[in-house]
């Protein structure tokens, strides 16, 4: 079993950036696509990155793309999302997770089965 633990949240001026970490534990992390989730006050946890096993791959939801990006360091097992231009509406709690599929078809929360016990990230104007 996987154990996943975020860092680097906290409360930052819209504008500014922060720098999302995610460790893992436990089994292979390179046998994983890397997720980062975020949930807002009374919305649902959506996808927002994703990077396949080998980092080349990666996908952004549009309210992201552009601003924020995803990597991973498998020798460091180890992924993070740098996020720029940060907005009030980035304001969430972020989760990263682990998933045994595919980046093509990682594309829900459903398709996860790691996850860490999130970060708190609060954008201030």
């Known amino acids: 079993q996987a154990q996943l633990a975020e860092s680097g949240g906290g409360l930052v001026q819209a504008g500014e950036s922060l720098r999302l970490s995610c460790v893992g534990s436990?089994?292979?992390?390179?046998?994983?696509?890397m997720g980062w989730f975020r949930q807002a006050p009374g919305q649902e946890r959506d996808i927002i990155a994703r990077?396949?096993?080998?980092?080349?791959?990666?996908y952004y939801a549009d309210s992201v793309k552009g601003r924020f990006t995803i990597s991973r360091d498998n020798d460091k097992n180890t992924v993070y999302l740098q996020m720029s231009s940060l907005k009030l509406e980035d304001t969430a709690v972020y989760y990263c997770?682990?998933?045994?599929?595919?980046?093509?078809?990682?594309?829900?929360?459903?398709?996860?089965?790691?996850w860490g016990q999130g970060t708190q990230v609060t954008v201030s104007s």
């Open positions: 997770a682990a998933s045994p599929d595919g980046i093509a078809t990682a594309i829900s929360a459903a398709k996860y089965h790691y």
């Open positions: 436990g089994r292979a992390f390179t046998a994983y696509t």
């Open positions: 990077i396949g096993r080998n980092g080349i791959f990666t």
